[in-house]
């Protein structure tokens, strides 16, 4: 249809000349135009008004798309996950979302203009001032943990992904505050729990080995320090020769512990193994061991703990 306007048909300029004088004609004028040259002009006229009609339904098409555009971009943005922020070179905040207002436990007309030093604790300040150097300083996304607080004092750990944009003169960035509270917990809980662990094991158990398993079979075998105290071989002997173990259990024994490995390694959680080893200095003693085997998240082993203990003064006294 564009090939009927005015400007790209070299025939439309006289019309539209005939059109300018007929608007400008009075009535008496106009019945001493041709018929043909009115036909033609209306004809290119009613062309010319449809196409400013399509045009006009095409820009409210456009702005009912562009309208429904924002209304989600302002949604992802208010709504998002985490919260975001716009800082100019001084830490001032010239934007926020309302994740970011609720993080932080303040109205928005409160955030906007304030610096965001000030929910800032003073052990991360430094850290926030090179955070924003970096970020300003560069072109790449700069991130890094702080811990922060709300205006009531609520401390918070907060990771912070920042990238800068615009001319140097109007140097601004955009910040993603990302609340790593929970995590950080989980992470000092999990601390926690494995250093209970390793106290509960050290006070009943002599030492830890441990296998790593690849499809069903043993692969390394990893001995703990203690190992020394019960075998009386180092870590490193048994790392340099893979057979050192069972060679120092008792050929009688043999059967029971290898049964136990295969139990092991075929994923099963074996009883507890009473057995003989002979120690480097040739001294037989009693240990008891126990399997723990360790699944990933298909329920494949992928390696287990053989906890040990010396019993040797208790069989003794079964024995005797």
Not at 134 to 146: D, K, L, N, P
């Amino acid at each position: 249809m564009s090939k009927n306007k005015p400007s790209g048909n070299p025939a439309a300029s006289p019309l539209r000349q005939r059109a300018e004088e007929l608007l400008r004609a009075t009535a008496a004028e106009v019945p001493t135009l041709r018929t043909e040259d009115v036909q033609s002009l209306v004809h290119e006229l009613n062309v010319h008004q449809r196409e400013l009609e399509i045009q006009n339904e095409e820009l409210r098409e456009s702005q009912v798309e562009l309208a429904h555009s924002r209304d989600r971009y302002a949604d992802l943005y208010e709504f998002a996950p985490v919260g975001y922020v716009t800082l100019d070179k001084d830490g001032t905040i010239l934007e926020g979302n309302l994740t970011a207002t609720t993080m932080l436990g303040v109205k928005r007309q409160d955030l906007l203009r304030s610096s965001i030093s000030q929910f800032v604790n003073r052990e991360s300040q430094d850290d926030l001032y090179l955070h924003r150097q970096a970020t300003f300083s560069g072109e790449t996304r700069q991130t890094c943990e702080i811990e922060m607080h709300t205006t009531d004092g609520t401390p918070i750990s907060v990771r912070l992904e920042s990238i800068a944009f615009g001319p140097e003169n109007e140097r601004r960035c955009r910040t993603a505050l990302i609340d790593v509270s929970r995590e950080r917990r989980a992470q000092e809980s999990l601390l926690d729990s494995e250093q209970r662990y390793r106290r509960l094991t050290d006070a009943v158990i002599d030492y830890i080995f441990t296998v790593r398993v690849e499809n069903g079979d043993t692969v390394e075998t990893v001995h703990g320090p203690n190992c020394e105290a019960i075998t009386g071989f180092t870590p490193e002997e048994f790392t340099a020769n893979k057979l050192l173990w069972i060679s120092i259990v008792p050929q009688e024994d043999r059967p029971l512990v290898e049964h136990h490995i295969q139990e092991t390694l075929l994923g099963e959680s074996p009883a507890p193994l009473e057995h003989r080893i002979r120690r480097k200095d040739g001294a037989m003693r009693w240990v008891l061991r126990i399997a723990s085997p360790q699944f990933d998240d298909q329920n494949r082993l992928v390696a287990y703990d053989g906890l040990l203990r010396d019993i040797t003064e208790r069989k003794e006294a079964e024995l005797a």
